[in-house]
């Protein structure tokens, strides 16, 4: 009997043991996961004169993108094998493929309250197309407000799922002073992580115009290199004015190629208009490109050197876009070989 109650208890024992064992390897699984969501978004994230990048420190990269195809409608219903992962050419070995298609957005809302948008109904506009954002939204979104003028921004309205505030708080913004364009959209990359969603997006008013910014247009594209968050700006001018990106050379021409090029790096679009019809549409194919979104990644290898890679999708089918994040700064992603092809095909 006791040779049995001893045999029983070691029994147990094992048990216990392996039974902790798993549940220990289900959170350690679980912390990952949780720290891929919080971290990965943020590649290049700054306050002033400080840098978070997301390399091997962090351990994964998370790649949000969108696929448009005829007449520039969401392709919704892509499966992992219908996309490959580049990065510098290279296809890598993914370890993640969902989708997404109604899940909540962190919006991030980013004003230009300088006094260039007092002229020509401009924050009017801005204050349109922020209404048609906020009639749009969907349960569990949630929106936070920042105006910049000639300093950094600032915060209005914390990230909030009651966003009647920031209606409110938009009538108090009176335009004035110069605009630090630059040195404002810089810091926004790690502010937007305090929304609670994984779906995240900065959008941004403006007219694209700097005359007070300590960083320079160069180094801003800087910071936001291998920036996983999509900006959005709402370029506050004429849609017809988008002829100067081809070629031109006066200066309206540099802030609409400068708002284009925010856009282009970071995987999101550009749009033009200043009547609420056009923001109204342009919302529309916002909420659009976010509600149909796909994540793919991987984990960097710790090999190689610490530095700027860039990332490109392949897609099956028939496929007019694919907006993706242009790269980011870590080692060596992991490359795919064809036993891992086969095993993925």
Known sequence: MKSSSRSNA????EIAASAGSVILSMLRRSLAVLLAFIAAPVLLAQEPLQ????????????????VLGPHSAPVTNLASADV????DGVPVQSDMFEKSMDAPVSFTILVDGSGSMALAGKMEAARAAIESLIARRKQGDDFALFVFDDKEAHEVVPFTDQPNSILTALYNIKP???????DAVATMPERSRLGRNPTRAIILLSDGIDNASKLTREQLSKELEGLGIPIYPLGLREPAEAKVLKGQTMEASSDIALLDDVAAQTGGRLFLGNHPDQ????VDRIENDLRAQYLIGFTPTGKGAVKYRRISLKVAGRVQAVRVRAGYRGTEPPVLTKANERKRS
């Open 176 to 182: 004035w002073g110069k605009t630090a364009f630059f």
């Open 10 to 13: 070691a029994e147990t024992a």
């Open 84 to 87: 490959s992962l580049l990065v």
């Open 51 to 66: 840098h978070v990048e997301d390399n091997v420190s962090i351990g994964y990269v998370m790649v949000p993108f969108t």
């Open 279 to 282: 923001l109204g549409k342009a």
